[in-house]
């Protein structure tokens, strides 16, 4: 037996788990992998490398597929861990415990896109560039954005957002309706195509965010966006970083609708300007604006924008209007942790993600980037600065314990610091197994109703155990 | 004992019941009362006329009585039920198994308004118009106007919307965190103040629409809006439903951000003009449309829809850009349901609340109208039709046992149509009492976790039992 009796996880016992991976090659063939390679592959997301690797992997094809994985798991008490692409990056998909790796990569069929009603159905494994390559020529597109080419259903249990939020919100207001398999193997689904209902409880937004804990998200219905008739991304360098920070205050207080404002200080500039060749551009605090709308709009916007800027001390706007242009300026945005990583080759990286109320961003980014100062480590801001949210990306050496320890330390300032000022520890990358304390500190009694919850839902705790809700006994 | 081992409810026992008020007038003196007529006043909603009366109704102040008085029913296993202003449309407030009706109404205090941050935090029993009059002066505003003036903790309840969600969304959207008291009387604050956290369950959209079922709402922390720089008004009036309809569906289809459009169809604009006393307009299908944005984006949308609307037939628009119009418009609009019951005295009246992909809103909306026909029941259609979501007022006379089971049916019939069409039973007046079926219908293998959900967090459901969820055993 695995499990004491409250649900709190040891490792399977190897017979176990070769008794399961019996019956999986049985009833999946070659799609039950064992080998090193692929076991590593699927230990470990981006961010802290720190891999804990799945006793076996199975590319399932269809719900009923899952559902069948996850009924042996569940008859054997052996651990779940869903994996889409594996960009996530709080070590959501170490299998801390061993177990069954569900590989979705091979659920990545677009089900339905039903245009008039601007949503679509599409499997989990889809991820979100495909999405949106598949909707060329229907005018639609799927605006979520995190940067790294996610899975959508990666994307809904970590709660992602990305670059697009403060326009279209995160994928916690973009998910209509799920298919979710259950930890006993059941196939669900929850919300549906309506804009809006009332009809009971919200478990749509109760399994997105749930990283994985709570069952396996194997299908998504999503909103969808007409392609704006304009769209215009602009460039705007600043003398200081607080000036910079101050202009996105005031845009979001005035609640002009832009569809981006992405933040990079100096550290952050230097680094992308090297490793995507921008030209053009002083190594300075800088925001990244996009604009979406009709032609008037997007003009009425950017005027606006650019006199507040102009007030903070911003230069004239450098504008890419051109799709090249734009998709030039948006690659070394979302390559700026790559960006960060070349500063010091042999280093490792991971981010922060603070989230704070808008009044808060600046003391809040001014003294976190005093409190990296005075550490002595790399770690330039990059942030999704209009809704309140940005990220360190603290560089540190693997090999040095104590460069690590620092770093990590740092970072749980950065997490408590944005909880004091009424925000939270993790705007969009979750919790996974490293940020549980945080967690405990954000929501304190709250955490008992979330463990009610994951103990009711998943009393086996076979679902990504160890991450997301602490549960007593476990590590 | 008054439950059994499951859950399952039955009256409590007269003697726990006196035992229990015995008590609370220890604590709480003259806030405790068990008058028939304060009783029967909190035994009801708007809507059906389905009264059952709580045993005594109790007006806590702050968080921590509402917790106090909690623990006792929880320690006597006395059901527990969450009053607002009592205008809800499902029955939500019935107390089908007596217990202690919790009165929020002295719970009236805004908090805190944070302009800065546009949140703000208020107690439960705080109205939307009292919000927005002591918003007065600050330059912002809640949008979510679901037409009564119900309090925010029965909005969030609920899951309202109303007239504004096309642009601003429902109370989903719109609640950034509450103060919830817990089946066993403890005070958990859920969300926080970040406009994004990927941090642990949703506690807060679980709580959303839960129909006061898994705890008592006490307060909320809101997101809030800069009044738009520009707001115009515009009635316009079409030749048939179709038309008027299928002008709707393309400015959703375009992505408009209109921030009202609402439809009325002849019947329930015969009634509007008579009670409301509305000149120059005709009794025809009949859109209401406002505009929020600066004078450009304002001017911009007005004359897109006006075009699609001329397209479909539509007449010239009639403007309402002084705000006195503008009030007396919406002010028409919100009396829709007491127009609809003047138009045959001594009548009662209830309200469907089916909410359709777009693209089936016009399938749907003629349907029902040919539906109701064939009753012979009067029954106007009136409709935020820019989410998709219209209603039914259907008048039935309470002695007429075939009218009032006619009446029913038809509703039924409504609520399946929508499901069918891949669409909800409720946009936004929830399950109460009188859905339980149609939830059953639309939810199918999800409300099984529903119902783990509440066993989980209320085990010996004392929270507004036989409401939202059907428990096995439950009538």
Redesign the interface.
């Known amino acids: 037996m695995t499990i004491s009796a409250n649900g709190v996880r040891t490792r399977p016992a190897s017979a176990d788990v070769a008794a399961l991976t019996d019956r999986l090659r049985a009833d999946f063939g070659d799609r039950v992998v064992t080998s090193q390679a692929v076991r590593e592959q699927h230990g470990h997301g981006e961010g802290m490398a720190d891999a804990a690797l799945p006793d076996v992997v199975v590319f399932p094809q269809d719900n009923d597929e899952v559902a069948a994985i996850v009924r042996l798991c569940d008859a054997a008490r052996i651990p779940v861990i869903a994996f889409g692409v594996g960009t996530s990056l709080e070590g959501h998909v170490a299998a801390l415990y061993g177990g069954v790796c569900i590989d979705l990569s091979q659920m990545n069929r677009v089900l339905e896109v ?1 245009a ?4 679509c159905r599409v499997q989990a494994g889809v991820t979100r560039e495909q999405l949106n390559a598949e909707l060329k020529g229907t005018g639609l597109f799927f605006p979520i954005d995190p940067g790294a080419n996610a899975t959508l259903g990666g994307m809904a249990s ?4 990305g670059t697009n ?1 403060v326009r279209y ?2 994928m ?2 973009n998910v209509l309706g799920l298919t979710v398999v ?1 930890p006993e193997g ?5 919300g ?12 749509t ?2 399994y ?3 990283e994985g804990t ?1 069952g396996v998200i194997t299908e998504l219905q999503l909103r969808l ?2 392609i704006p008739e304009a769209i215009s991304a602009a460039v705007c360098q600043f003398p200081d970083l607080k000036s910079a920070v101050d202009t996105v ?1 005031v845009a ?4 002009i609708p832009v569809a981006r404002i992405e933040l990079l200080d100096e550290a952050q500039m230097d680094a992308c300007i090297r490793y995507s060749k921008l030209e053009g551009f002083a190594v300075r605090p800088t925001l990244f604006f996009e604009f979406h ?2 032609d ?2 997007v003009r ?1 916007q950017a005027a606006t924008i650019q006199s507040l800027a102009a007030d903070h001390g911003g230069s004239a706007f450098q504008w890419a209007s051109a799709p090249e242009d734009r998709s030039k300026l948006w690659k070394a945005r979302h390559n700026a942790y790559y960006a960060t990583l070349a500063l010091a080759p042999g280093k490792q990286a991971f981010a922060t ?1 603070a ?6 961003l600046t003391d809040c980014v001014m003294q976190t980037r005093a409190d990296v100062a005075a550490t002595g480590l790399v770690a330039p801001i990059v942030g999704h600065v209009g ?3 940005f990220h360190l990306t603290i560089l540190f050496d693997p090999a040095d314990v104590d460069e690590r320890a620092k770093a990590e330390e740092l970072a749980r300032r950065v997490s408590l610091r ?1 909880i004091a000022m ?10 996974g197994v490293h ?1 549980l304390d ?2 405990v500190a ?9 463990q ?6 998943d009393p086996h705790n076979i679902m990504n155990p160890g991450k ?2 602490p549960l007593p006994g476990n590590p």
């Open positions: 039903n008039d009603d601007l949503d970590t709660r992602a957002s939020a919100g995160t916690r207001e259950t059941r196939i669900v689904r929850t549906g195509r309506a804009r809006k209902s009332s009809a009971g409880y919200d478990l937004r109760l997105v965010g749930a709570l966006y007409g205050i979001a207080q005035l609640g709308g009709t008037v709009s009425e993600d989230c704070v109320p808008i009044s808060r809704d309140g949210n944005a009424g925000g939270t520890c993790t705007g969009e990358h979750g919790i940020k945080a967690l954000e929501h304190g009694d709250a955490i008992a109703l979330m009610t919850i994951k103990r009711a839902l997301t809700v």
